[in-house]
């Protein structure tokens, strides 16, 4: 179409110029003319052909994109129903009937107890014959629960029949009382022992009040806990010898107040101490066991007259005959972080300095002598169990009178330290003796993954955790009191090692242990030198206890957490070096991320996949 305007233009063009030329030579125009003139009605002609196909040509534009914007929209709805149905197959795979949390019973109980409706469905298929053993299970149950309360109701009715009964048969105490009385000398005669349970329980009235309103209060907490026994420890004639010294002493300070007082440089201030301080022959004995009785922590509780104070000393002992790891820290620390400011370092009884100041004895001689015969140190919280007032470092006066409350409380957080130490000791115990197995313990987050291996766990003196070249160690808080223990763990892949130094605070589980890391590899690497060591010890010290799940163990989570990001670290590292000793092998996106090039140290659920991010 293009050539045929082409030609008629350069047709026009030549009868134009024809035209012209006959013009100025004055020729004639007029057939020359006409024809000139037909040639455009050719050329219209020719211009509406073209129209007509330009707009044919739209035509058939317009009808394309239709087409494809029709098929783009149908492409957009299959991926949206393909979208629908991934969705929809993840939440059929998550899928779980709530029956599965029921405890079913056996084929064998159903086959015996269904008898009849197990033979007639045996032909259904496994759905219809779940549900159908659904169904009579609960038809199962419902009979049970019919029956239960008919059981319960028969119980209450046994129960008011017995206290009936109860009720009939002590009006016949008095009697009885009154026959025993009587028969005492035959019982003597024939040697029977029908009232050794009344002698033993009559030592309990020689208590001192202090221990006698703890150990009442104690055997009413023990009816409802099994978990601790108290006994009364000591002789009768013992309490009664006591109470005469006592009273022949008094008698004694009554006639010296009239007579000079005599020297006391003929004796020594150990001997003075000695003469002075003694404990009621009577004291307490409280012994928890652990949760699978193998150990005992075993507290000796004594009052002192002269002090009008209660001591504690703790004691370990192992029922199995094992070397227990910790124990010593465990039976010293155990009791002097249950409450803050409450160490036992001084005598928290109103005015007792000035009674010791008239017998030339300080608070420090008393408290060094009791450490020193190992009979513990007086508490605040063990003198409010007793009902005794007492004034703690800040002179503050405190009298407990809510005994049954303070002590159930003050028995629940020492038996919640005492099983938290067992944890952690048996923790250290198998990381020491490599008793545990790293790769199927269930802290470990990541199994198929474990390269790094703990190769050692000894423990260390303070002065060489305090010489570590680590930023945490300069930064930290001043002691109040708190010890520690030390540990060195050496993990080692390749040729790369790692040492940790895990400081482990008297206070826990109130305090966590703290971890330092040095990392030996083309260099020693530290968190003052490298960034990445400091982020990944922030991230071993900022597990807490309610972080782990439920049977997880603080230690070894640590632990793991530890070595997963010693293999991040030489991954992400040995990616930029120009031997590359280390290949990727955990599953992360990005080895840096941000302008402080953060390690994708944390283990994450993305999806329904687990990988590491930063």
Not at 111 to 123: C, G, Q
């Amino acid at each position: 179409m293009e050539n045929l305007l082409n030609t008629q233009f350069v047709k026009l063009k030549e009868a134009m110029n024809n035209l012209y030329k006959l013009k100025s030579s004055e020729h004639a125009l007029e057939s020359q003319h006409s024809t000139s003139v037909l040639m455009f009605v050719a050329l219209k002609h020719s211009n509406r052909k073209v129209k007509r196909n330009i707009k044919s040509g739209r035509d058939e534009l317009h009808l394309q994109k239709s087409k494809v914007d029709l098929s783009r929209l149908q492409l957009q709805n299959l991926l949206y129903e393909v979208s629908h149905l991934k969705k929809e197959i993840v939440r059929c795979q998550k899928f779980k009937s709530r029956d599965t949390y029921l405890e079913l019973l056996s084929d064998k109980e159903y086959s015996s107890k269904l008898s009849a409706d197990y033979s007639e469905k045996a032909n259904l298929s496994d759905h219809k014959s779940h549900l159908y053993r659904l169904e009579c299970e609960l038809r199962l149950r419902k009979e049970l629960d019919n029956q239960y309360s008919a059981l319960l109701s028969s119980k209450q009715e046994l129960l008011q029949e017995n206290l009936k009964q109860t009720q009939k048969y002590l009006s016949f105490a008095p009697a009885l009382r009154t026959l025993l009385e009587s028969t005492k000398p035959l019982h003597d005669a024939l040697q029977l022992s029908l009232d050794v349970e009344w002698k033993l329980s009559s030592i309990y009235k020689y208590l001192p009040r202090p221990l006698y309103i703890l150990f009442i209060n104690l055997q009413a907490l023990q009816r409802d806990k099994k978990d601790f026994a108290s006994e009364v420890i000591g002789f009768e004639s013992d309490a009664q010898m006591q109470e005469l010294l006592s009273e022949s002493e008094n008698i004694l300070k009554e006639r010296r107040h009239f007579m000079e007082k005599k020297s006391t440089c003929e004796a020594t201030p150990e001997s003075t101490i000695e003469s002075l301080l003694k404990p009621h022959p009577l004291h307490i004995k409280l012994v928890i066991e652990s949760p699978d009785k193998c150990y005992e922590l075993v507290l000796i509780i004594r009052y002192w007259e002269l002090l009008k104070c209660v001591t504690v000393y703790p004691q370990f002992n192992s029922t199995n005959n094992t070397n227990f790891q910790g124990d010593i820290n465990l039976v010293e620390d155990l009791l002097g972080h249950l409450y803050p400011d409450d160490s036992g370092k001084d005598i928290p009884i109103p005015g007792i300095e000035y009674e010791l100041q008239s017998l030339n004895l300080t608070t420090e001689e008393c408290l060094e002598y009791f450490v020193k015969n190992r009979f513990g140190k007086p508490y605040c919280w063990l003198q409010s169990m007793c009902s005794i007032a007492t004034v703690n470092n800040k002179k503050i006066f405190k009298h407990e009178f809510n005994l049954h409350k303070l002590i159930r409380k003050v028995f629940i957080q020492i038996l919640k330290r005492w099983r938290s130490w067992l944890r952690l000791t048996q923790q250290i115990r198998g990381l020491t003796y490599k008793d545990v197995d790293m790769s199927a313990a269930k802290e470990n987050i990541y199994p198929a993954g474990l390269t790094g291996s703990l190769v050692q766990w000894t423990a260390i003196s303070s002065e060489e955790f305090n010489i570590q070249n680590s930023g945490l160690i300069n930064n930290l808080s001043p002691s109040n009191g708190i010890t520690y223990t030390s540990y060195r763990a050496v993990i080692v892949r390749g040729s790369a090692k790692m040492e940790c130094f895990i400081r482990i605070p008297s206070n826990y589980p109130l305090d966590i242990p703290l971890w330092t890391l040095s990392v030996h590899w083309n260099g020693r690497h530290t968190s003052v030198n490298n960034a990445a060591i400091k982020m990944m010890e922030f991230w071993t010290n900022s597990l807490q206890p309610k972080h782990l799940e439920s049977g997880n163990r603080l230690l070894y989570s640590q632990l793991f957490r530890t070595i997963y990001s010693f293999d991040i670290f030489l991954e992400t590292e040995g990616a930029v070096q120009a031997v590359r000793e280390y290949n990727k092998e955990k599953p992360y996106i990005s080895a840096y991320t941000k302008r402080i090039r953060l390690r994708p140290y944390k283990y994450i659920m993305k999806g329904s996949v687990y990988t590491f991010k930063q």
